[in-house]
């Protein structure tokens, strides 16, 4: 089992940048892919950036040029950051970590981001 804590989030202006962390303990050699999810109000929750097995990123079309995902092994955990920058209102979201750790999806708790224009 892995366990997954999120840092990071909260209140910006438009144009500022945030940094969100997780931090996923456990067996780490049993995680496949990473990555960062959010939901708006109102809406489903997407992908934002991943970083699969393979260790190529992805990024949803809307954050591309303004987010970059990072991910770092420290002995028995996995730290994988999002830095956001040129935040937008639309941005606005709780965003989820996400692990897939041996074939299973898991979860952070969620953290709020919120733009203002």
């Known amino acids: 089992q892995v366990q997954l804590v999120e840092s990071g989030g909260g209140l910006v202006q438009a144009g500022g940048s945030l940094r969100l962390s997780c931090a996923a303990s456990?067996?780490?050699?049993?995680?496949?892919?990473m990555g960062w999810y959010r939901q708006a109000p109102g809406k489903q929750r997407e992908l934002v950036a991943g970083?699969?097995?393979?260790?190529?990123?992805?990024?949803a079309d809307s954050v591309k040029g303004r987010f970059t995902i990072s991910r770092l092994n420290v002995k028995n955990t996995v730290y994988l950051h999002l830095q956001m920058n040129s935040l937008k209102p639309e941005d606005t979201a709780v965003y989820y970590c996400?692990?897939?750790?041996?074939?299973?999806?898991?979860w952070g708790q969620g953290t709020q981001v919120t733009v203002s224009s």
């Open positions: 996400n692990v897939n750790y041996s074939g299973a999806d898991y």
């Open positions: 970083i699969p097995s393979s260790g190529r990123t992805n990024y």
């Open positions: 456990g067996s780490i050699f049993r995680i496949n892919a």
